[in-house]
């Protein structure tokens, strides 16, 4: 059965050239996707840019997001992890995917992969990378299913809070609110790094970092009642000195307790802006 598209009019948000592109029409008949996210690769609209597209289920634009970065060519070289490294995983899902994809397995949110392309072969080296990103006591606690191509209308997922998207560039579902800077800015410093062994390994480091600072966090909260944001970033600057926290940090380190220990521990991070806001 051919697949029907529909043509919406796309402008780059940073230099205004307009292009029309093409979306399945599937994507749009399910409507509890609400906005879906677009990726749009450098030379989709324009030569020179990539950002992501805000869309409706009508087929309306809501919003763009610019993405600051750029895929070098790496020189040729053995590799590791069974020949497959950091740029075949972004020209396969594309950089937006790969930070969706490395935030659902640090914080441990279900993620489904639709498969369009034959990524069979690599599923399983997949989750074997995500693993090795991640502290040994934090490998195989969080799954990327990949799942048949089928009517997007169809498909029912066990878990509310689960990344949902495809290997076509769409991102359907993404169950957190946090902007993916952390992982853009960790991904970035890797692919300016033209050794693809050593790309991974950078990523494992900064992850390693963050989770130090997330378990510091833990701790200190199991021994409070409640701790405000700002001395929170106070107390782990203190702390640990491998590098500074900021209260976008902390937003992170709240949702990974969340996610990964227990709701209550998180809610003991307070914000004093939002509470005076409740009290007047």
Not at 67 to 78: F, M, R, T, W, Y
Not at 139 to 156: C, M, W
Not at 217 to 239: G, M, Q, S
Not at 258 to 266: D, E, G, I, M, N
Request: proline share 3%.
């Amino acid at each position: 059965m051919a697949e029907n598209y529909k043509e919406i009019e796309v402008t780059c948000p940073v230099c205004s050239k307009s292009k029309d592109i093409k979306i399945p029409e599937q994507i749009f008949s399910q409507k509890r996707f609400g906005n879906i996210r677009i990726q749009v690769p450098q030379g989709g609209v324009c030569p020179e840019h990539q950002f992501i597209l805000f869309i409706d289920t009508k087929g309306i634009i809501r919003g763009y997001e610019n993405i600051d970065l750029q895929l070098v060519s790496a020189p040729k070289g053995e590799k590791e992890s069974g020949g497959f490294t950091l740029r075949d995983f972004v020209l396969i899902f594309g950089l937006y995917g790969v930070f969706c994809l490395i935030h659902a397995k640090i914080f441990n949110y279900p993620a489904y992969v639709i498969k369009n392309k034959d990524t069979e072969e690599i599923s399983e080296l997949i989750n074997r990378i995500g693993n090795a990103l991640l502290p040994g006591a934090y490998k195989n606690t969080s799954t990327i299913t990949f799942l048949e191509k089928t009517d997007y209308s169809k498909i029912q997922l066990k878990e509310k809070n689960a990344l949902l998207m495809d290997d076509n560039l769409n991102i359907l579902q993404t169950p957190w609110k946090v902007k993916l800077k952390f992982e853009e800015e960790i991904v970035k410093d890797a692919l300016e790094i033209l050794d693809d062994n050593e790309q991974l390994k950078l990523i494992q480091l900064a992850i390693s970092a963050f989770i130090r600072q997330a378990e510091y966090a833990k701790d200190l909260l199991e021994k409070v009642k409640i701790i405000y944001n700002e001395d929170l970033v106070e107390k782990i600057n203190r702390e640990l000195l491998e590098s500074k926290v900021n209260l976008y940090r902390v937003s992170l380190i709240k949702d990974f307790i969340r996610q990964r220990y227990s709701p209550k521990l998180a809610d003991k991070i307070k914000n004093k802006v939002e509470e005076f806001l409740n009290l007047i």
